[in-house]
């Protein structure tokens, strides 16, 4: 069987709305490594999108599954509930940043968690609008859409967006927008066009994902806070892609000296099964009436399981030093090559959530071809990297923290040869 047979089968079958960065069918993986149905070997630094932190078939994550799998797949938690459920919740909820008593409710996906957390912010606080930034990624549902600061592709030709969803610019130094001009921009907004007493949330990522890796700086989230408490707004943190170790905190608030009122999170919690939380304060996660969250497969015993593993694994193998210890190296990397790589305007990211902006030399406007080029290059050499960023222009690089050191090596050895073709056209 070749790539190319089920490519050809994959048009024939599979919507195309359904978008894929390659068309390499994978057969198995294991750590960082994947090996698709022709036999070949790649490196992988795109992680399912920052979902196997703790690397493709981890020996502890798999175990924990294969022992559940033997127990039971599916009672739903809200028909005949499970101990571990309970045991995961208790340790998100300790987890989580946040100095007050805290409530945790799972459900499968990223989407399904942030559209359950603006559920219960309108709830708790009787309020109908959300703010979101410019450039953010909150999911597909038409809420997660809503609330996305991006319109090509999620939005676009969908219709109408859900009403009473407001953004704002978000801080990017290299394109010119300071907190101050976000903060302008939502004090504006409060004064022309919102009242703030109708505000049930404001959401952000810590760091954006889709949006270009731009971390947050404190000094926005410090105002937000504020701005939140002399309001009686909900503030909510998108942790789906930075959460579980990945920042080089188990949650990339914990770098901030600020804690947001609700946490959502998927993505590296369970280690490649769908399961998804939100995690807040006891008296918000309250609001809603028994029935009004939850849902049929949320909460999913193999994914509970899972999860519960990824945190031991966390823990034991101290995959916060980890991450923190490969991004060091991979920003070294990164910097070692701006001598011969003038296209390179920005490198940035906490952790091991790094990313490299590439521009043009001579104008300093993004240059998504370039970038591509980058991406097809590694690609051609068996380097699986994810571009990102409103302009296409930005590459992310988001490795299993489990990475071995001889294939990170071999990585950033691809990774400049990768960009030096690229450099030639």
Same mark, same amino acid.
């Given at each position: 069987?070749?790539?190319?047979?089920?490519?050809?089968?994959?048009?024939?079958?599979?919507?195309?709305?359904?978008?894929?960065?390659?068309?390499?069918?994978?057969?198995?993986?294991?750590?960082?490594?994947?090996?698709?149905?022709?036999?070949?070997?790649?490196?992988?630094?795109?992680?399912?999108?920052? +979902?196997?932190?703790?690397?493709?078939?981890?020996?502890? +994550?798999?175990?924990?599954?294969?022992?559940?799998?033997?127990?039971?797949?599916?009672?739903?938690?809200?028909?005949?509930?499970?101990?571990?459920?309970?045991?995961?919740?208790?340790?998100?909820?300790?987890?989580?940043?946040? &100095?007050?008593?805290?409530k945790t409710v799972f459900v499968t996906t990223g989407a399904e968690?942030?559209?359950?957390?603006? @559920?219960?912010?309108?709830?708790?606080? $009787?309020?109908?609008?959300?703010?979101?930034?410019?450039?953010?990624?909150?999911?597909?549902?038409?809420? $997660?859409?809503?609330?996305?600061?991006?319109?090509?592709?999620?939005? @676009?030709?969908?219709?109408?967006?859900?009403?009473?969803?407001?953004?704002?610019?978000?801080?990017?130094?290299?394109?010119?927008?300071?907190?101050?001009?976000?903060?302008?921009?939502?004090? @504006? !907004?409060?004064?022309?066009?919102? /009242?703030?007493?109708?505000?049930?949330?404001?959401?952000?990522?810590?760091?954006?994902?889709?949006?270009?890796?731009?971390?947050?700086?404190?000094? !926005?989230?410090?105002?937000?806070?504020?701005?939140?408490?002399?309001?009686?707004?909900?503030?909510?943190?998108?942790?789906?892609?930075?959460?579980?170790?990945?920042?080089?905190?188990?949650?990339?608030? &914990?770098?901030?000296?600020?804690?947001?009122?609700?946490?959502?999170?998927?993505?590296?919690?369970?280690?490649?099964?769908?399961?998804?939380?939100?995690?807040?304060?006891?008296?918000?996660?309250?609001?809603?009436?028994?029935?009004?969250?939850?849902?049929?497969?949320?909460?999913?015993? !193999?994914?509970?399981?899972?999860?519960?593993?990824?945190?031991?694994?966390?823990?034991?193998?101290?995959?916060?030093?980890?991450?923190?210890?490969?991004?060091?190296?991979?920003?070294?990397?990164?910097?070692?090559?701006?001598?011969?790589?003038?296209?390179?305007? /920005?490198?940035?990211?906490?952790?091991?959530?790094?990313?490299?902006?590439?521009?043009?030399?001579?104008?300093?406007?993004? &240059?998504?071809?370039?970038?591509?080029?980058?991406?097809?290059?590694?690609?051609?050499?068996?380097?699986?990297? !994810?571009?990102? $960023?409103?302009?296409?222009?930005?590459?992310?690089?988001?490795?299993?923290?489990?990475?071995? &050191?001889?294939?990170?090596?071999?990585?950033?050895?691809?990774?400049?040869?990768?960009?030096?073709?690229?450099?030639?056209?």
């Open positions: 069987m070749l790539n190319a047979e089920v490519a050809k089968r994959k048009d024939e079958a599979i919507s195309r709305g359904v978008g894929m960065m390659t068309q390499i069918y994978a057969e198995r993986a294991l750590n960082s490594e994947v090996w698709d149905i022709e036999g070949n070997r790649y490196i992988d630094f795109a992680a399912g999108i920052a +979902v196997v932190n703790t690397g493709h078939c981890h020996p502890k +994550v798999m175990a924990a599954v294969t022992e559940q799998l033997g127990r039971f797949t599916h009672t739903c938690h809200q028909v005949m509930p499970y101990e571990p459920y309970v045991r995961l919740a208790e340790r998100l909820n300790a987890a989580v940043p946040g &100095d007050f008593p805290k968690a942030v559209e359950n957390a603006i @559920k219960v912010a309108r709830i708790a606080t $009787g309020r109908p609008a959300i703010v979101a930034f410019g450039g953010a990624f909150h999911g597909r549902t038409f809420m $997660g859409m809503s609330l996305t600061g991006k319109v090509e592709p999620y939005k @676009k030709g969908f219709g109408a967006m859900m009403p009473d969803v407001y953004h704002v610019p978000f801080p990017q130094d290299i394109h010119g927008i300071s907190t101050a001009d976000a903060m302008s921009a939502l004090n @504006k !907004l409060f004064k022309s066009d919102l /009242d703030p007493g109708r505000v049930a949330a404001i959401i952000f990522e810590p760091v954006q994902g889709e949006g270009g890796f731009y971390p947050a700086p404190p000094e !926005l989230l410090r105002e937000l806070r504020a701005l939140c408490d002399t309001h009686g707004i909900v503030m909510v943190a998108d942790e789906v892609q930075t959460g579980f170790a990945r920042t080089g905190n188990m949650f990339a608030m &914990d770098g901030y000296d600020v804690a947001a009122d609700i946490t959502t999170m998927a993505k590296g919690l369970a280690g490649g099964l769908p399961l998804a939380a939100v995690t807040g304060r006891a008296d918000l996660m309250d609001a809603a009436q028994p029935g009004g969250l939850g849902g049929t497969y949320a909460g999913n015993p !193999l994914g509970v399981a899972a999860a519960n593993a990824v945190l031991d694994v966390i823990a034991e193998e101290r995959l916060c030093d980890r991450a923190n210890e490969l991004g060091s190296r991979l920003r070294q990397k990164l910097e070692s090559m701006r001598t011969t790589t003038p296209e390179i305007m /920005d490198i940035r990211g906490p952790g091991f959530m790094v990313a490299v902006e590439f521009g043009n030399p001579a104008t300093k406007a993004p &240059d998504a071809d370039f970038t591509n080029r980058v991406r097809l290059e590694a690609l051609k050499r068996n380097l699986i990297l !994810l571009t990102c $960023g409103v302009y296409g222009n930005v590459v992310r690089f988001l490795a299993p923290i489990t990475i071995p &050191d001889d294939h990170f090596a071999e990585a950033m050895d691809i990774l400049e040869e990768a960009v030096a073709a690229a450099r030639k056209g």
